[in-house]
């Protein structure tokens, strides 16, 4: 097709016929996946998008597809619409919803995962997914001036078996993010992609970018013997843990469990707004911080959802 | 023994002279909590109970999950 022409010059008729087969889900509509879902859907690949956000004012300076007109919209049908213009030739489908383990089966179909993700929880659950139902994932995430991707193929080295302890203590809206990581990042997700949907060899280790050195860095992986998942244990995925978030019947109050360094969160929160309350508490916009929990005051549970994973973290 | 270490939050290179056993205990040392940070030994991810040997190099990168 006269449109793929640069590209099929590269790759050969036989990539890029694989291509236009191929179905990527992308999950998470943000920097990373306002990018790789623009730079995929020009190359040919239908895609599956899901996202449970709305466009606001501060996604501007990074999430390219996006546009003022876009505010307050939707993030998934603005993307699909935009990218419907782009490429009308491919199949483009989009949810907007806060992915969980109880609908997550809608991206079986998917040839490969594309995690652009802002939380860790949904990041593990991904993970499993892909590894059960043996579906390659490349994982892309960045924050300030660094980024990181790395390819998780089924039987190798999981997301879980390095980061099967971690906490992120820093989010986008707290600490910020330049435009040109999550561009760079998103730019090397979508390549790993192609890779890995074409047969050819793609990335074994884990890959930091650095812009403040302009330093791509490759760190080598070796596989857990005792991680959980790929012995078979699917803790996100059968629910259990699930359980950590409550929503308070008859009110708009929603509680996630959850240790926390008040004085940690109050030096980072105090970055993004006005802070109030006293030792026993912190008082943020509509969220309230306890030593063991968050309650968030929100409309709906996906709002709430955003809210925890924008300002407190994983 | 000394140990060469990277600490991406802040840019910042050190070289610690002494004996240090482990990654956790160089965590300790530095203040750092170890859920917050991936660790690699000599270019290659490790786990926080690896051991460090005189000549290694630590690189202690944040755990990123912005998107």
């Known amino acids: 097709m006269e449109r793929y022409k640069r590209q099929e010059l590269f790759i050969g008729k036989n990539k890029q016929k694989r291509l236009n087969k191929s179905i990527v889900a992308v999950i998470g509509l943000g920097a990373l996946g ?12 239908n895609l599956t998008l899901i996202d449970r956000d709305v466009v606001e004012i501060t996604n501007l300076q990074r999430q390219v597809l996006f546009t003022e007109k876009d505010l307050g919209e939707l993030k998934a049908k603005c993307i699909k619409k935009h990218l419907a213009e782009i490429n009308s030739n491919i199949k483009i489908n989009s949810s907007a919803i806060d992915l969980n383990f109880n609908n997550i089966k809608l991206i079986r179909n998917a040839d490969l995962i594309l995690d652009c993700t802002d939380n860790l929880e949904t990041r593990f659950l991904l993970n499993e997914f892909a590894l059960k139902n043996k579906i390659p994932m490349v ?18 080295v999981c997301f879980n078996c ?90 708009n109050n929603f509680q996630f469990r959850r240790k926390n360094n008040l004085e940690e969160l109050k030096k980072r929160l105090s970055k993004a707004g006005k802070i109030t309350g006293s030792r026993e508490f912190i008082k943020f916009d509509n969220i309230i911080i306890f030593k063991d ?20 973290g994983d | 023994m000394t140990i060469k270490v990277f600490i991406e939050r802040y840019n910042e290179t050190k070289v610690i002279e ?30 926080t109970d690896a051991k460090l040997k005189d000549g290694d190099e630590v690189r202690i990168l944040s755990v990123i999950s912005g998107g």
Request: aromatic share 6%.
């Open chain 1, 139 to 156: 994982y892309g995430a960045a924050i300030r001036d660094k980024g990181t991707v790395m390819n998780i193929i089924p039987g190798k």
């Open chain 1, 34 to 45: 306002s990018l790789v879902s623009e730079l995929l859907a020009r190359a040919g690949i």
């Open chain 2, 18 to 47: 002494k004996n240090i056993k482990d990654i956790n205990s160089l965590l300790k040392e530095l203040s750092i909590n170890p859920e917050t940070v991936v660790t690699a030994r000599n270019n290659e991810l490790a786990t």
């Open chain 1, 162 to 251: 390095i980061f099967n302890k971690s906490s992120s203590n820093e989010t986008c809206d707290t600490s910020g993010v330049l435009n040109t990581i999550t561009s760079l990042t998103a730019s090397i997700q979508a390549n790993e992609a192609i890779k890995i949907l074409t047969n050819q060899d793609y990335e074994t280790g884990l890959i930091r970018i650095d812009l403040s050195n302009n330093s791509i860095t490759r760190l080598g992986l070796k596989k857990n013997p005792n991680c959980s998942v790929c012995n078979g244990i699917y803790e996100y995925l059968n629910g259990k843990k699930d359980k950590d978030f409550i929503k308070f019947c008859g009110s």
């Open chain 1, 293 to 312: 929990r968050v309650m968030i005051k929100a409309d709906n549970e996906n709002e709430a959802r955003s809210l925890y994973s924008k300002y407190i």
